[in-house]
């Protein structure tokens, strides 16, 4: 007898407890009498299979690790090399030229381009005597307005060979890392692109290392189990595609902030893949500081909700995937909506309990005080899920030597409490992406935008004390706790930046000391 795949068990899993959920509250669905009651149990459930289709998509990892050894069979091919930057530290993009210079595949096989739509003359200078110094194209764009895609797509007009490897501009490449992406998209014809591990350097403070653990999530926890189910994402760098297969779907997608999964999926909808190797493809660097990394959460979280927007019917309608793919990527790209609606929903429902004392059901509202609803455990629900998407991304990471020493299990309450701030930052991302609103084609779309951290989170924190407080004025009903820990998510992230900011403010005064020090010497 065959055994089922881990596509069937995520299906048959999926939907056995979704058709529970249904079952379980049809009783209270066919007493329905107004629209609002019936918005309620949709949202819910809806939030509901999100959360399940994201767990079940986690738990059932890929059978074995992909991981491509050398083979007398590989074809060299021409490969075009884009570095799309703009207003890069010259220094940073320099090493990573050198260390695609420094490679062991042959260098008259690759065709190097820099993509440059920096406005700033001065900087462009320095970045053409660096193309000419490393024998780069140099294709200076200032009037782009297309952000990484456009850029790129620009450059790709004049480019010819049947491959196409992406770096972003601080991802230093590992010597055999074109090599390794030849083998691996030669491994079978459906193969559209291939995605290396990119790694990070100078992980020293507590922050840059959750900003690498956002990578470990992706990489650790989500692109291993999506192998065996061919739907890969590309993660926007460290990666090799067919130019043929890019050309099928307009190469990569100007629409959204994530052109890099936004792209994939297009790729998977024409009946493509993409391969996921086990193997270190680039060391790069992570933002400065906290502020720099919510600003890049939310374009992420934007471009995600974007391509849901976008992609969510024709994912549903395809043909070309099965339902367990459709499952995971609607889970993967639905994440931020998904917060959005849990806060909204819980929101809503603690209004309703108040002002709608009348209306009682067992599902969605308690029946009396000590009973609990669906609705109150959602916000647990979301930090469990969350927990085991980094405990598995942990659990991987840790079975590299190098990667041991520096996540450490006694980081992760510190991990979540920064993540439960990020997710709060970033919800209104979920919301203007979805709705098609900031994004690259719009009136007030910006690639780097601009947050005022201090603001933004001192706004949050006195809705969460006023819902701290409300929640305790209401404490004879059994929904006061959970409203109490949605106020308490809002006051979470004045705290963490209060900790960046002094992290920042140390971390300035010893590097202020060790050069003053060094200047007295």
């Known amino acids: 007898m065959k055994k089922p795949s881990n596509q069937t ?111 700033n003359i001065k900087l462009s200078e320095i970045y053409s005597k660096l193309a000419t110094t490393y024998k780069a194209r140099y294709i200076y764009l200032p009037e782009n307005k297309k952000y990484k895609a456009g850029m790129v797509n620009y450059c790709l007009q004049d480019l010819d060979s049947p491959l196409v490897c992406l770096l972003d501009y601080d991802q230093i490449p590992t010597t055999n ?186 599902i969605l509202l308690p029946s009396s005080r000590y009973s609990v609803s669906i609705a109150g455990i959602l916000p647990l629900l979301a930090i469990t899920t969350y927990l085991l998407v980094v405990s598995l991304a942990y659990y991987e990471a840790r079975k590299d030597p190098e990667l041991e020493k520096i996540f450490k299990w006694r980081y992760l309450p510190i991990f979540t409490l920064i993540g439960i701030s990020s997710n709060v930052l970033i919800l209104s991302s979920g919301i203007t992406g979805f709705l098609r609103i900031l994004g690259p084609n719009s009136r007030y779309g910006t690639w780097n935008r601009k947050f005022n951290i201090w603001l933004e989170s001192g706004i949050l924190a006195i809705i969460g004390i006023l819902g701290i407080y409300f929640s305790i004025l209401i404490s004879d009903n059994s929904n006061w706790l959970f409203i109490c820990l949605i106020s308490v998510s809002f006051v979470v992230p004045i705290i963490v930046t209060i900790l960046s900011s002094l992290h920042l403010k140390f971390k300035n005064e010893v590097s202020n000391s060790l050069d003053t020090k060094q200047h007295n010497f």
């Open 177 to 362: 890392f074109f090599k390794i992406c030849i083998r691996g998209i030669q491994d079978e014809d459906d193969i559209a692109f291939v995605q290396l591990i990119k790694r990070f350097r100078d992980l020293k403070s507590i922050f840059n290392k959750w900003s690498a653990l956002l990578y470990l999530q992706f990489f650790e926890a989500m692109q291993r189990t999506k192998n065996e189910r061919g739907t890969v994402l590309f993660a926007g760098s460290t990666g090799c595609f067919r130019r043929e297969y890019l050309n099928e779907v307009g190469l990569f997608s100007e629409e959204t902030f994530t052109e890099d999964a936004d792209t994939s999926i297009k790729l998977i909808l024409k009946g493509y893949r993409g391969l996921y190797l086990d193997s270190v493809g680039s060391y790069g660097t992570v933002p400065k500081n906290y502020q720099d990394q919510i600003a890049q959460l939310w374009r992420w979280s934007h471009g995600g909700s974007h391509s849901l927007s976008l992609r969510g019917t024709l994912i549903l309608r395809s043909k070309e995937i099965n339902l367990s793919q459709k499952i995971d990527l609607l889970a993967t790209i639905g994440i931020t909506p998904l917060l959005v609606l849990i806060y909204v929903y819980t929101l809503a429902v603690a209004v309703l309990v108040n002002f709608r004392l009348d209306y009682q059901s067992p």
């Open 9 to 119: 068990l995520i299906s048959v899993v999926w939907l056995t407890i979704v058709g529970f959920l249904l079952i379980y509250s049809m009783s209270d669905i066919l007493k329905i009498t107004s629209v609002l009651e019936f918005v309620q149990y949709f949202v819910l459930l809806l939030v509901l299979s999100q959360i399940l289709a994201l767990i079940v998509s986690v738990i059932f990892p890929s059978s074995e690790r992909k991981k491509l050894h050398s083979s007398s069979s590989s074809e060299l091919s021409n490969i075009d090399v884009i570095v799309p930057i703009r207003s890069v530290d010259p220094s940073v993009l320099e090493l990573t030229l050198k260390g695609i210079r420094d490679s062991d595949y042959p260098q008259e096989l690759i065709t190097l381009v820099i993509g440059d739509d920096t406005p």
